[in-house]
């Protein structure tokens, strides 16, 4: 069964860091676009960040351009999220998700559309 469990959300003070982590089960990162996602309560869920497994671009939006950094571990069959300078406006639930290659990752962030997501964990943002 196709599954993606993500960890590594708590809580943080503003400016602080956090790694967020994505495992894949039974099918390899390598054969999809992936990114993280994000939706704070009574938020719609937003792109965060994508990458393309077939070239390695990355796309960010602009509100955590700079601050957050994508990575995948192939080895691991993960996908990371390096977060720093956390600022008040950052937190909610962050989701791991998949879609298939012939979606650029620009589509795929701005239209928050996946074949696969995680559960999510939370991101908390607090001094």
């Known amino acids: 069964q196709v599954q993606l469990v993500e960890s590594g959300g708590g809580l943080v003070q503003p400016g602080g860091s956090l790694r967020l982590s994505c495992a894949a089960s039974?099918?390899?990162?390598?054969?999809?676009?992936i990114g993280w996602f994000r939706q704070a309560p009574g938020k719609e869920r937003e792109g965060v960040s994508c990458?393309?497994?077939?070239?390695?671009?990355?796309y960010y939006s602009d509100s955590v351009k700079g601050r957050f950094t994508i990575s995948r571990d192939n080895a691991k069959n993960t996908l990371d999220l390096q977060m720093n300078g956390l600022l008040p406006e950052d937190p909610g639930g962050y989701y791991c998700?998949?879609?298939?290659?012939?979606?650029?990752?620009?589509?795929?962030?701005?239209?928050?559309?996946?074949?696969?997501w995680g559960q999510g964990t939370q991101v908390t943002v607090s001094s």
């Open positions: 039974a099918f390899t990162l390598d054969r999809y676009a």
């Open positions: 998700a998949a879609r298939d290659l012939l979606t650029t990752i620009e589509i795929m962030c701005e239209s928050v559309i996946a074949d696969y």
């Open positions: 990458m393309s497994t077939r070239d390695g671009m990355t």
